[in-house]
């Protein structure tokens, strides 16, 4: 008897479940339908945006606005070297300076001791 109930009951269910449905429609034809292309682009292929918007956008990305951060921190230290390479030039000219007018004084009051001790 339990085996008659059983079968009875899988048999109802595959009445139920195979039974004659119209398909909903998901997608109505009396929709209303976009006047405009609606297939998706990617916001950075070519022709999607503007050359100047691309750029902006750029521009304003952290990675690009630590590159300039790094370039201005790279050319002050050149002008810092280079201030220091022309502070040590001009002490090495002032020196040579020195040393070429001791050298100057040197050889004309050498000259005229050799020319007094002459004249006399």
Known sequence: ?????FAAFIFLVLLVSCAKKEPTDFYPADRAKASYDTTAIDSFSNG???VDVVRQIRMSSQKYQD???EALKLQEQEKKLKEELEKENKKKADEEKKKSDVETKQKSNEASATTETKTE
């Open 48 to 50: 999607a945006t503007s």
């Open 67 to 69: 590159s300039l951060k």
């Open 1 to 5: 008897m339990k085996n008659l109930l």
